[in-house]
């Protein structure tokens, strides 16, 4: 029996290499909420401010969230994972946590502990005058 080297063209091992790396890159791509969570980014106070409105506004992105709340309420989120919601504050301090789950079950958490001080809060709007009788 002989035995014969026949290789395969250049032109067709690279097009095969090239088809087993971009299966590789998408499986990875694809993966990474499995392995890591849903990414999860809020535009918020940062954490230990103190704040002299009691109207925090906040918003961000969660990826590929299925379910998303802040302290235990749910928020609708678009197609893109967008989101943009407010709180009120109590007076003094407050803590403020986001939380998104994935299809997979995974979770992420953001806490933010913030300070509303109230009686700055007053003097600031009556050094306005804003109020007239």
Known sequence: MRYSNKQFPAPLTLLIGLFVFSIGVFTIRNSRDILFGTPL????????????????????????????SVNGRPLTIDREGNFSDGLLLSPGY?????????????QSVRTYHLVFDQEHSVARALDKETYRY
Do not use: Y
């Not at 980014?41 to 998303?68: C, E, K, M, W």
């Not at 407050?94 to 995974?106: H, T």
């Open 41 to 68: 980014s809020v535009q918020i106070a940062s954490d230990g401010t103190t704040l002299n409105d009691g109207f925090l506004p906040f918003s961000g992105n969660a990826g590929h969230a299925r379910t998303l």
């Open 94 to 106: 407050n803590v403020v946590e986001v939380a998104s789950e994935n299809q997979f079950g995974k």
